[in-house]
T-cell receptor, first 116, second 112 residues
Framework: GAVVSQHPSWVICKSGTSVKIECRSL??????MFWYRQFPKQSLMLMAT?????????EQGVEKDKFLINHASLTLSTLTVTSAHPEDSSFYIC????????????FGDGTRLSIL | DAKTTQPPSMDCAEGRAANLPCNHS???????VYWYRQIHSQGPQYIIH???NNETNEMASLIITEDRKSSTLILPHATLRDTAVYYC?????????????FGKGTRLSVIA
């Protein structure tokens, strides 16, 4: 079945550092990918929709200059958390859907980001 | 997309069937019911989806009532590895590339 790969799975870094997370669709092309964030004991919250070859669409309250999204190819989207601070510590999950009606959305295994 | 209501938590004995209910009383005719689960510290995993007929795959069965206002996900022989948060999501078939929106789901604990 369709596989979404996310890397890294876990990162710890100092406050002020920028962190890049990669999301790849391994066996299908994804013109659109989604980025979610999940805090402890909460559900997934959509951050942004990433579109290949164009600008991402951000949800209300998500700072586009803080969370830079690049979707340069049909199989790769990246999320860069710029100048990360402890409050950015969270579980970040990417997702993509196989083209076609009623196709399910598939998810990566997430990236646990801890900012010290 | 229509809203769904799920119990916050459920327990199930290992080896028994786990029946997870979902209410979607405002579902529209063009909306499918999707089920996902999220095991701790992992991304959500697709389980099954259906429109109006019952569906079965290697993971689970989905039973949708005739009026489509509710559904039940059945894990026929629950194991400890089925402990997870289960999400029931309703989504129109022609939603294009709109993302899934997650509610709070049901936390299923499978007990030995």
């Amino acid at each position: 079945g369709a596989v979404v790969s996310q890397h890294p799975s876990w990162v710890i870094c100092k406050s002020g550092t920028s962190v890049k997370i990669e999301c790849r669709s391994l066996d299908f092309q994804a013109t659109t990918m989604f980025w979610y964030r999940q805090f402890p004991k909460q559900s997934l919250m959509l951050m942004a929709t990433s579109n290949e070859g164009s600008k991402a669409t951000y949800e209300q309250g998500v700072e586009k200059d803080k969370f830079l999204i690049n979707h340069a190819s049909l199989t790769l989207s990246t999320l860069t958390v710029t100048s990360a601070h402890p409050e950015d510590s969270s579980f970040y999950i990417c997702s993509a859907r196989v083209t076609g009606l009623n196709q399910p959305q598939h998810f990566g295994d997430g990236t646990r980001l801890s900012i010290l | 997309d229509a809203k769904t209501t799920q119990p916050p938590s459920m327990d199930c004995a290992e080896g028994r069937a786990a029946n997870l209910p979902c209410n979607h009383s405002t579902i529209s005719g063009n909306e499918y019911v999707y089920w996902y689960r999220q095991i701790h510290s992992q991304g959500p995993q697709y389980i099954i989806h259906g429109l109006k007929n019952n569906e079965t795959n290697e993971m689970a069965s989905l039973i949708i009532t005739e009026d489509r206002k509710s559904s039940t996900l059945i894990l026929p022989h629950a194991t400890l590895r089925d402990t997870a948060v289960y999400y029931c999501i309703v989504r129109a078939w022609n939603s294009g590339n709109t993302p899934l929106v997650f509610g709070k789901g049901t936390r299923l604990s499978v007990i030995a």
